[in-house]
């Protein structure tokens, strides 16, 4: 089994990123998905990233974001990775890394063996991957909605780059 580091998503305030800090994680999640409850913005963000002790990933959460809005944060904010939240395509996402010149980690959402694919073509392109809780069908968020999936899914499975498991 190798390395396990926690990310920690939805911060903001100055004090949750000291928390998440002091704890031992080695990512913090800025939302910048506008219908999430926990959308923070840009200059938020930029506070946010500028609290966050050296070694502390600060990682940028979108969704299905085009480049004008992509632009705009790497502008504001200091940052480490991108996570891409949305139906991006496996193209999508190396155009991403290529354009942007940051890691990227790419979130595929899971319901059943079926998903599975999209686990190993994602592995491909991006840096890291993400496997969380497919969200049900109109739901209002890709993902945080507390939802789990049969986890005995990805025994025994591996993949190209590292990934972790979204706590719901």
């Known amino acids: 089994?190798?390395?396990?580091?926690?990310k920690i998503c939805g911060l903001r305030t100055v004090e949750d990123?000291?928390?998440v800090a002091a704890a031992g994680a080695g990512y913090i999640g800025l939302n910048f998905f506008p219908?999430?409850?926990?959308?923070?913005?840009?200059?938020?963000a930029r506070m946010l990233a500028l609290a966050a002790p050296e070694g502390l990933c600060k990682v940028a959460l979108v969704v299905d974001a085009d480049d004008a809005?992509?632009?705009?944060?790497?502008?504001?904010?200091?940052?480490?990775?991108l996570q891409l939240h949305g139906h991006e395509s496996p193209d999508r996402v190396?155009?991403?890394?290529?354009?942007?010149?940051?890691p990227v980690m790419k979130v595929i959402g899971v319901a059943g063996e079926e998903d599975l694919a999209a686990l190993l073509d994602h592995s491909l392109v991006a840096d890291q991957i993400?496997?969380?809780a497919k969200p049900p069908k109109g739901a209002a968020l890709p993902g945080g909605n507390g939802l789990r999936f049969d986890?005995?899914?990805?025994?025994?499975?591996?993949?190209?780059r590292p990934w972790m498991l979204a706590g719901g």
């Not at 089994?1 to 926690?6: A, L």
């Not at 219908?35 to 938020?44: D, F, I």
């Not at 809005?69 to 990775?81: G, R």
């Open 35 to 44: 219908a999430s409850p926990r959308h923070v913005t840009l200059e938020t």
């Open 17 to 19: 990123v000291a928390a």
């Open 130 to 132: 993400m496997v969380d």
């Open 1 to 6: 089994m190798g390395e396990v580091r926690v």
């Open 69 to 81: 809005l992509l632009d705009a944060i790497i502008a504001a904010v200091p940052l480490d990775m």
């Open 94 to 102: 190396a155009e991403v890394k290529a354009r942007f010149g940051l």
């Open 151 to 160: 986890w005995r899914l990805l025994v025994g499975r591996k993949w190209l």
